[in-house]
T-cell receptor
Framework: DAEITQSPRHKITETGRQVTLACHQT?????MFWYRQDLGHGLRLIHY???????NKGEVSDGYSVSRSNTEDLPLTLESAASSQTSVYFCASSQGLDQPQHFGDGTRLSIL | GENVEQHPSTLSVQEGDSAVIKCTYS??????FPWYKQELGKRPQLIIDIRSNVGEKKDQRIAVTLNKTAKHFSLHITETQPEDSAVYFCAAMRGTYKYIFGTGTRLKVLA
């Protein structure tokens, strides 16, 4: 069955380190998204991509970057991790206009 | 920019009663409104969605209504069961594939 997978599921790192979270989907969806989820804020969009070589900033993009070299993957990089980036990160994908987004299982990231 | 307000933030109901969660959006061009259920430690999962050309949609015990004039949409769960306990999120989208999510409602169904 087609799926969207995130890795790692849990990660602990130190401030200032570079961290990359992986997202891989096998639905062949063009649209992929990264969100962070924090108590009281719901899900906030970090970056998104409409296809290969396309990336766009979301509402909370500072300190994060993404790249889209193929259809299946959209890795999220924290260039220099900060304690404020401790959160649960969800990746999602969708087929097209007016189609639902499907979420991965999330990555719990703790920055000490 | 687009804003989605969701109320209430917490809701407790007795098993068998109905639950209603309401969301209000600001962008009148929004045309797609999904609802997600998220159990503790799990991924958000789509439970129902509605498009702007439809006023109501039902799926067994779950229904969503949309009032485009007032710019609000609501989730209705009837005959609630303990397994309905979760956090529910609404979202609005205006055709750019981007969702703006509400802040969530924690529903507790009391046995």
């Amino acid at each position: 069955d087609a799926e969207i997978t995130q890795s790692p599921r849990h990660k602990i790192t130190e401030t200032g380190r570079q961290v990359t979270l992986a997202c891989h989907q096998t639905w062949n969806h063009n649209n992929m998204f990264w969100y962070r989820q924090d108590l009281g804020h719901g899900l906030r969009l970090i970056h998104y991509s409409y296809g290969v070589q396309d990336t766009n900033k979301g509402e909370v993009s500072d300190g994060y970057s993404v790249s889209r070299s193929n259809t299946e993957d959209l890795p999220l990089t924290l260039e220099s991790a900060a304690s404020s980036q401790t959160s649960v990160y969800f990746c999602a994908s969708s087929q097209g206009l007016d189609q639902p987004q499907h979420f991965g299982d999330g990555t719990r990231l703790s920055i000490l | 920019g687009e804003n989605v307000e969701q109320h209430p933030s917490t809701l407790s109901v007795q098993e068998g009663d109905s639950a209603v969660i309401k969301c209000t959006y600001s962008d009148s061009a929004s045309n797609y409104f999904p609802w997600y259920k998220q159990e503790l430690g799990k991924r958000p999962q789509l439970i129902i969605d509605i498009r702007s050309n439809v006023g109501e949609k039902k799926d067994q015990r779950i229904a969503v209504t949309l009032n485009k004039t007032a710019k609000h949409f609501s989730l209705h769960i009837t005959e609630t069961q303990p397994e309905d306990s979760a956090v529910y999120f609404c979202a609005a989208m205006r055709g750019t594939y981007k969702y703006i999510f509400g802040t969530g409602t924690r529903l507790k169904v009391l046995a």
